[in-house]
């Protein structure tokens, strides 16, 4: 009891003069195993904190505590889970301008974190307390610290970590775009009307009434519900690309897209269009950036929008990726998702347009084309490697290679039983060595070709790919995939031969015979034709000759020899 009540206070000395060498000597002093004591020393750190918080302490000493846990960690005498724990009841109790201190200190101490001695224990406390941080801010308002949140995971965790990649390559369907779809709710079409109304009337602003150095500057495009409507459409094709496989959707996408494209082509951004006022306004200042965490589809908003190039290129560029998806093979696409010549020829031509609107776009059109197009390109590396598996990039080294012993002169007494150079076991008679030895290494036998008992996709769907022939005129009765048996057989088979097996389909089968007829048509369009030689007299002479031969050797060959042995 006494040296528990002594931990605290030794602790808090240790906290004041921030060194760790008084917890050191009290930790030697303490009775019981190692677990004990460092649970003892966990309990004093916490305990520490709780009144600190109490306290409503200041950051500085909540990280003086965490950091002398982390001394205490690599000293040996605190748990590896201690400085992890004592972080996550920091920031569950604090507001969120403290939280965003604190994990300054956490994002600087990510060399720590993924040292041996802290990753394994800490990586789970970690995830955990991002993702709760994560769901307590808000995407819209405190898009920075998000984004922090994000870069620290992926420095922290190792590139080809299975629960940062989304492997079968999904898609956020819940980034839903909400705009106006009533046009009877719309008031650009009452705006259009109020301003020729004061043309008419002839109310005119003077030159100077309003303030400004020069007079507002205004889109050159008559902006009405129906271009509103198709522009803020778009944003469910680019959340869901799966829509443009669908004939009825692609052309919904189509003209939506010629649409707002044309009105990107007849309205072009210039670079002297904005006031000096404006561009001094628009400098970044300090640490000021630009964030379009979601979009504000508000009908006021549509021709400043318009006029914005960082809006315009955030569309553009959102064109590009969607027709790299389009235009790529991802490998987990279901087999429906295949472009028509039309529609590759569409995509090729709207992508040349994509990038000159770009190289338009002040400022630094051109520039930033070449960044875009050259990131990318490469995507499609990455695209590939998740393809592949998303296999590791750690290399393993190769074996290095052993010097060769030199050969004795006597055969010594291992060389009897396998364990000499030539690793051959010498079983007392030729023959039975030359048997035994055919394979010394039993595993290796039995993964010998010769033991492959398993047809080839070829062989196994012959008989059903002729049947299925229409000009074979087979009646569906005496079809081979009715049989039960020849049914599970080709399951099997597909299971382990075929890719089409695991492809996800729309289609829906009523029966196994039904299921085993759609394989077989697609086996036969992927598999080679079989190839019949024609034999002349000659060839089929020499064949028997040769056969007459063989029977010959190898009755010859039975009745000098021992039957062979099989390796099991």
Same mark, same amino acid.
């Given at each position: @009891? /006494?040296?528990?009540?002594?931990?605290?206070?030794? &602790?808090?000395?240790?906290?004041?003069?921030?060194?760790?060498?008084?917890?050191?000597?009290?930790?030697?002093?303490?009775?019981?195993?190692?677990?004990?004591?460092?649970?003892? #020393? /966990?309990?004093?750190?916490?305990?520490?904190?709780?009144?600190?918080?109490?306290?409503?302490?200041?950051? !500085?000493?909540? *990280?003086?505590?965490?950091?002398?846990?982390?001394?205490?960690?690599?000293?040996?005498?605190?748990?590896? &889970?201690?400085?992890?724990?004592?972080?996550?009841?920091?920031?569950?109790?604090?507001?969120?301008? $403290?939280?965003?201190?604190?994990?300054?200190?956490?994002?600087?101490?990510?060399?720590?974190?993924?040292?041996?001695?802290?990753?394994? @224990?800490?990586?789970?406390?970690?995830?955990?307390?991002?993702?709760?941080?994560?769901?307590?801010?808000?995407?819209?308002?405190?898009?920075?610290?998000?984004?922090?949140?994000?870069?620290? %995971? @992926?420095?922290? +965790?190792?590139?080809?970590?299975?629960?940062?990649?989304?492997?079968?390559?999904?898609?956020?369907?819940?980034?839903?775009?909400?705009?106006?779809?009533?046009?009877?709710?719309?008031?650009?079409?009452?705006?259009?009307? $109020?301003?020729?109304?004061?043309? !008419?009337?002839?109310?005119?602003? !003077?030159?100077?009434?309003?303030?400004?150095?020069?007079?507002?500057? &205004?889109?050159?495009?008559?902006? /009405?519900?129906?271009?509103?409507?198709?522009?803020?459409?778009?944003?469910?094709?680019?959340?869901?690309?799966?829509?443009?496989?669908?004939?009825?959707?692609?052309? &919904?996408?189509?003209?939506?897209?010629? /649409?707002?494209?044309?009105?990107?082509?007849?309205?072009?951004?210039?670079?002297?269009?904005?006031?000096?006022?404006?561009? !001094?306004?628009?400098?970044?200042?300090?640490?000021?950036?630009?964030?379009?965490?979601?979009?504000?589809?508000?009908?006021? %908003?549509?021709?400043?929008? #318009?006029?914005?190039?960082?809006?315009?290129?955030?569309? %553009?560029?959102?064109?590009?990726?969607?027709?790299?998806?389009?235009?790529? $093979?991802?490998?987990?696409?279901?087999?429906?998702?295949? *472009?028509?010549?039309?529609?590759?020829?569409?995509?090729?031509?709207?992508?040349?347009?994509?990038?000159?609107?770009?190289?338009?776009?002040?400022?630094?059109? =051109?520039?930033?084309?070449?960044?875009?197009?050259?990131?990318?390109?490469?995507?499609?590396?990455?695209?590939?490697?998740?393809?592949?598996?998303?296999?590791? +990039?750690?290399?393993?080294?190769?074996?290095?290679?052993?010097?060769?012993?030199?050969?004795?002169?006597?055969?010594?007494?291992?060389?009897? +039983?396998?364990?000499?150079?030539?690793?051959?076991?010498?079983?007392?008679?030729?023959?039975?060595?030359? #048997?035994?030895?055919?394979?010394?290494?039993?595993?290796?036998?039995?993964?010998?070709?010769?033991?492959?008992?398993?047809?080839?996709?070829?062989?196994?769907?012959?008989?059903?790919?002729?049947?299925?022939?229409? =000009?074979?005129?087979?009646?569906?009765?005496?079809?081979?995939?009715?049989?039960?048996?020849?049914?599970?057989?080709?399951?099997?088979?597909?299971?382990?031969?075929?890719?089409?097996?695991?492809?996800?389909?729309?289609?829906?089968?009523?029966?196994?015979?039904?299921?085993?007829?759609?394989?077989?048509?697609?086996?036969?369009?992927? #598999?080679?034709?079989?190839?019949?030689?024609?034999?002349?007299?000659?060839?089929?002479?020499?064949?028997?000759?040769?056969?007459?031969?063989?029977?010959? =050797?190898?009755?010859?060959?039975?009745?000098?020899?021992?039957?062979?042995?099989?390796?099991?």
């Amino acid at each position: @009891a /006494d040296q528990l009540r002594a931990s605290p206070i030794c &602790t808090k000395e240790a906290v004041k003069s921030k060194n760790i060498k008084p917890l050191t000597l009290v930790f030697s002093q303490l009775s019981g195993g190692e677990t004990e004591k460092k649970s003892t #020393l /966990d309990q004093a750190f916490r305990g520490i904190l709780e009144e600190k918080i109490l306290e409503q302490g200041e950051c !500085e000493d909540f *990280l003086s505590i965490i950091s002398l846990s982390i001394n205490g960690v690599t000293e040996g005498i605190c748990s590896a &889970t201690t400085p992890f724990i004592l972080l996550g009841d920091v920031l569950d109790c604090l507001p969120l301008d $403290q939280c965003d201190r604190i994990f300054t200190f956490v994002e600087k101490n990510v060399g720590t974190w993924k040292s041996a001695t802290f990753y394994s @224990a800490g990586k789970n406390y970690l995830l955990r307390m991002c993702n709760d941080l994560l769901r307590r801010l808000s995407k819209s308002q405190n898009t920075v610290f998000c984004g922090r949140i994000q870069l620290f %995971l @992926a420095r922290l +965790f190792p590139l080809s970590e299975k629960s940062g990649l989304n492997l079968q390559s999904q898609f956020n369907l819940e980034n839903i775009t909400v705009f106006n779809t009533n046009e009877q709710d719309s008031t650009l079409g009452l705006k259009n009307l $109020q301003h020729t109304e004061d043309k !008419e009337d002839g109310m005119e602003v !003077e030159e100077g009434e309003t303030g400004d150095e020069e007079p507002p500057t &205004t889109c050159s495009v008559p902006i /009405d519900y129906n271009l509103y409507r198709k522009f803020w459409t778009l944003q469910d094709f680019f959340r869901n690309p799966l829509q443009c496989y669908e004939k009825i959707f692609w052309k &919904t996408f189509l003209k939506h897209s010629d /649409d707002v494209l044309d009105v990107f082509r007849s309205y072009k951004l210039d670079d002297m269009q904005a006031s000096k006022k404006k561009q !001094e306004e628009l400098k970044p200042q300090g640490e000021a950036h630009v964030y379009f965490a979601k979009f504000l589809t508000s009908e006021k %908003l549509m021709d400043l929008q #318009l006029n914005d190039s960082n809006f315009r290129r955030h569309i %553009l560029l959102q064109y590009l990726i969607l027709f790299q998806y389009l235009k790529g $093979q991802v490998k987990f696409k279901s087999s429906y998702c295949v *472009l028509t010549d039309e529609q590759s020829l569409w995509i090729e031509d709207t992508t040349k347009a994509v990038y000159q609107l770009l190289k338009e776009t002040p400022p630094d059109g =051109e520039k930033f084309s070449r960044m875009v197009e050259h990131i990318l390109h490469s995507e499609e590396n990455w695209i590939a490697w998740k393809n592949e598996g998303c296999p590791s +990039f750690v290399k393993e080294r190769p074996p290095e290679s052993k010097i060769p012993k030199p050969a004795r002169k006597r055969p010594a007494p291992e060389d009897f +039983f396998g364990r000499g150079p030539n690793k051959k076991v010498l079983m007392g008679n030729e023959e039975l060595t030359r #048997l035994w030895n055919l394979c010394p290494d039993n595993m290796e036998a039995c993964k010998s070709e010769s033991r492959e008992f398993m047809p080839s996709l070829e062989e196994f769907f012959e008989e059903a790919i002729e049947q299925a022939e229409p =000009e074979n005129m087979v009646e569906e009765e005496y079809k081979v995939v009715n049989n039960s048996n020849y049914g599970w057989r080709a399951l099997r088979l597909l299971a382990r031969r075929s890719p089409h097996f695991f492809q996800p389909t729309n289609q829906q089968f009523k029966s196994l015979p039904e299921y085993l007829d759609n394989m077989v048509i697609k086996l036969a369009k992927e #598999l080679p034709p079989p190839s019949e030689e024609i034999k002349t007299a000659d060839d089929e002479d020499e064949e028997e000759d040769n056969d007459d031969a063989l029977l010959k =050797e190898s009755n010859e060959t039975n009745n000098s020899r021992l039957p062979d042995i099989i390796v099991w």
